[in-house]
C-alpha cells in the first residue's frame, strides 16, 4: 500500500490507518504540520493538524485503540534502535 492509498478517504468514513500514520508521525519525529502534510500529499497543515487533534482525543476516550497504538509506537521505536547500529 502507497502513501496515498493509505492517507485516501471516502466521504463520511473514517481513514485509522492513515489517521494513525499522522498521528505516530507526530508524536515520534515531531515533525511540523506542515512537514507532515507535504510527506502524505496533503495541502492544508490545518487539516493535518485537525487529524492529529482528532486522534488524540479519540485515544483518550477509547482505551483498545490506545493500547493499539502504544504496541505501534514500542515497535516503531524497537525497529528504530536496531537501525542506529
Not at 485516501?8 to 492513515?18: F, Q, S, V, W
Not at 502534510?37 to 497543515?45: F, H, K, M, R
Not at 479519540?58 to 504496541?71: G, V
Request: no cysteine; proline share 1%; hydrophobic share 30%.
Amino acid at each position: 500500500m502507497t502513501v496515498p492509498e493509505i492517507i485516501k478517504t471516502r466521504r463520511g468514513r473514517r481513514n485509522e490507518a492513515g489517521n494513525a500514520a499522522i498521528y505516530l508521525t507526530r508524536k515520534l519525529r515531531l515533525d511540523t504540520f506542515k512537514n507532515i502534510g507535504e510527506q502524505y500529499g496533503i495541502d492544508n497543515d490545518r487539516t493535518v493538524r485537525s487529524v492529529f487533534e482528532r486522534m488524540k482525543k479519540r485515544l483518550t476516550e477509547d482505551r483498545d485503540l490506545a493500547l493499539q497504538m502504544e504496541k505501534l509506537k514500542d515497535s516503531i521505536k524497537k525497529s528504530q534502535e536496531w537501525t542506529h547500529f
